[in-house]
């Protein structure tokens, strides 16, 4: 019965958890979108000076998948060792909001710039390897808060755990995020471009 409770109360958790961070994740993006528009021009003209040279560049796709699994190997990988931290929860949540953010920026820049030709741009090269990215990195946030939240009510209110069992299942949850994140970098590097060029954009 108490193992029942145990499970159910853990699952109750885990909702909320979600929940908070899916919601917090639509403000941060919306923020993001609707920011570009707060913006003065001389702003605007540098912001789509540089996505416009960007997308206008010739690339080396090699070159685009390294940096790629780079950034994203880092970032998620700063979270997770945060979260074995007494100290890592607000800045887990800040670079949560921080991300989201950017992806939110980054759609309405590249509109801005591109105007329609900026969705067809969004449609392939940004929505499907950022969205995969996005649901990762709530999955990594939301058990480095909840590793790092219970470490603490081990310390301070001498709360016992099971450390070993959390910390397999912590480096498990790890191994699945960056293994999902180097089929992100595959598409990021190799397909989303073979499509813009195939498309012509």
Do not use: H
Not at 69 to 83: A, D, R, T
Request: proline share 1%; glycine share 4%; aromatic share 18%.
């Amino acid at each position: 019965m108490k193992r029942k409770m145990n499970i159910r109360n853990t699952i109750n958790n885990q909702k909320r958890r979600y929940i908070f961070l899916i919601g917090l994740a639509l403000l941060a993006l919306i923020t993001g979108i609707l920011f570009i528009f707060i913006l003065g021009n001389d702003n605007k003209e540098l912001i789509n000076s540089s996505i416009t040279n960007f997308y206008n560049s010739d690339k080396n796709l090699w070159d685009e998948f390294f940096s790629s699994l780079f950034n994203n190997y880092i970032y998620i990988l700063i979270i997770w060792i945060l979260g074995v931290s007494i100290i890592g929860i607000p800045i887990i949540i800040v670079m949560y909001i921080f991300k989201m953010f950017l992806f939110g920026f980054s759609i309405s820049s590249i509109i801005e710039t591109f105007k329609f030709k900026g969705i067809l741009i969004n449609l392939i090269d940004v929505f499907p390897n950022k969205a995969i990215f996005s649901i990762v990195l709530i999955l990594i946030t939301s058990y480095s808060l909840s590793f790092s939240y219970k470490l603490f009510k081990a310390l301070f209110f001498k709360v016992a755990i099971n450390f070993r069992e959390m910390m397999n299942k912590y480096v498990k949850i790890l191994l699945f995020s960056l293994v999902i994140l180097l089929i992100c970098s595959i598409y990021e590097g190799f397909i989303s471009n073979y499509l813009l060029n195939f498309f012509n954009i």
